[in-house]
């Protein structure tokens, strides 16, 4: 067995879709960054384990119809409906420490419903080999076993942290998913209503480092009656059937893999390829801050004078506990929406509030005075991991990498204090800062009034908090139908 190169299983696992703006001042990063599907690894077609998240409540579409399913009847109302109209689906589930709102657009009843159930299922599986609070999920066995043992993981597992080490490759280490042990320290630090002491900190920090995540991959046999099970009655099987791909994980002894940085928006974006793969033509996967679009709306969805592309707005941070209170609107196409701030979370210690978001190279939480970053890609695994990362690099530093990215846009709204201004209790600006904000060379291209979202389906509008796994970012963005 060798090391596994995981920019390789990368590469090969992506999805292509449509380019993005180009330009010369930009960098193209080697592969079309969206959701990665993939289709060439064993992943696919797998049960997915685990029982289902709940009740729910499914909304039907077909042009003017609409009709409320629960439970997975659809009833459509037969007046003004044709066949041949396009039906679009709308559901939330509770899931991974969160609400996922889910819509997809298909040619017909049956393919709707496909889509729909195998982007759920996608969704099981992918948060039971993810989440490290799942008892014997991938990443809970190789935190189990630092410093012992490798742990064997799924392909989605290699893909994810693939996904992760981009990230944390492209912001030059800003974003790092083995950042856990520094956000051991601050919890423990709330605990004890106690700032760390140096020493401390910089203990949690040697053990953080995504270079120092051992993958490797290989070929085992496979035992020929196990195969043999699976082919027709007399065939042999061939030495491909008899070979199992292999790949083991292992941390050095008292570091913490977390992928919840990036985890939202890597499975939003293979819930997403799973429905086109099922016939989708457009579609949205929102999980509390982290959103995917594909496609547009055909004109039979579409109310007159409105876009056909996706409409999501941009929380104001300054008003956190309302929610899908608009600072901007954006538009987008098979492009994904991530907002990082601090206003959800952080640290309460000896009566100062601190940041959730611990920055790497120091050990420290981050400067609140960024107040939210919202970052745009194709790649919603990408966008998740750099907008936790402009947090970390700052208004300058945030800007001219994602301008030095192709098909990357970015909006950073900062708060400077006037004399006498604190912060809420939450960490938030106050409700009359100013904000300055600072955009990349073609956010502003994107953005539309967001007043023009009102009075849409709060379905899709609504995302409850993110939970409180290490690394996960607040929601501060919310989808809304095409305006």
């Known amino acids: ?155 989605i597992t290699i893909s994810c942290l693939a996904a992760a080490r981009e990230a944390w490759g492209v912001t030059e280490g800003a974003f790092d998913p083995t950042v856990g042990p520094l956000l051991s320290l601050w919890r423990k630090a709330q605990e004890d209503d106690r700032l760390p002491a140096p020493d401390e900190v910089e203990a949690a920090r040697q053990k953080v480092g995504v270079e120092k995540i051992e993958i490797l991959a290989g070929l085992i046999q496979r035992p020929q009656s196990d195969v043999a099970q699976g082919l027709p009655s007399g065939m042999p099987p061939t030495p491909e059937d008899l070979q199992k791909d292999l790949y083991t994980v292992g941390i050095r002894e008292g570091m913490e893999l977390d992928l919840g940085g990036i985890a939202k928006g890597y499975i939003a974006g293979r819930m997403a390829r799973r429905m086109q793969l099922h016939g989708a033509i457009a579609g949205l996967v929102a999980a509390a801050g982290d959103v995917y679009a594909f496609g547009r709306r055909p004109p039979s969805l579409v109310k007159s004078g409105r876009d056909a592309r996706w409409g999501v707005a941009v929380q104001d941070p300054r008003y956190p506990d309302e929610f899908g209170r608009a600072y901007t609107a954006i538009h987008l196409e098979n492009q994904s929406v991530d907002t990082s701030g601090h206003y959800y979370r952080g640290y309460e210690i000896a009566g100062k509030h601190y940041s959730h978001i611990i920055a790497p190279r120091t050990g420290r939480p981050v400067d609140t005075r960024l107040a939210s970053a919202t970052v745009v890609a194709r790649d919603p695994a990408f966008s998740d991991g750099l907008a936790t990362a402009m947090a970390v690099l700052g208004v300058e530093k945030g800007l001219a990498l994602v301008d030095s990215l192709e098909g990357v846009e970015c909006l950073l709204l900062e708060w400077k204090p006037k004399e006498g201004e604190t912060a809420a209790p939450s960490g938030a600006p106050p409700k009359d800062a100013e904000l300055i904000a600072h955009r990349s060379s073609g956010f502003a291209a994107m953005e539309f009034d967001p007043s023009r979202l009102a009075g849409q389906d709060e379905t899709a509008r609504d995302q409850t908090p993110a939970g409180e796994t290490a690394g996960e970012e607040p929601p501060a963005a919310a989808p809304a139908e095409a305006p």
């Not at 042009?63 to 007046?79: K, N, R, S």
């Open 1 to 155: 067995m060798g090391a596994c190169n995981v920019e390789a299983v990368h590469r090969s696992a992506a999805c292509h879709s449509d380019q993005g703006p180009e330009g010369p001042a930009r960098r193209n990063l080697a592969v079309n960054r969206t959701a990665r599907s993939l289709d060439s690894l064993r992943s696919l077609g797998m049960t997915p384990r685990g029982g289902p998240y709940g009740p729910r409540a499914r909304r039907a579409v077909r042009g003017g119809c609409t009709a409320l399913a629960l439970a997975g009847l659809v009833a459509l109302a037969a007046v003004g409906c044709t066949t041949s109209d396009p039906v679009e689906l709308v559901e939330t589930r509770p899931a991974i420490s969160t609400e996922i709102a889910v819509r997809v657009i298909a040619p017909d009843e049956a393919t709707a419903l496909e889509c729909m159930e195998s982007a759920w299922r996608e969704m099981e599986t992918c948060a039971l080999l993810l989440d490290r609070w799942t008892e014997g999920s991938d990443v809970a066995t190789i935190n189990k076993q630092a410093g012992r043992f490798h742990a064997e993981v799924d392909p």
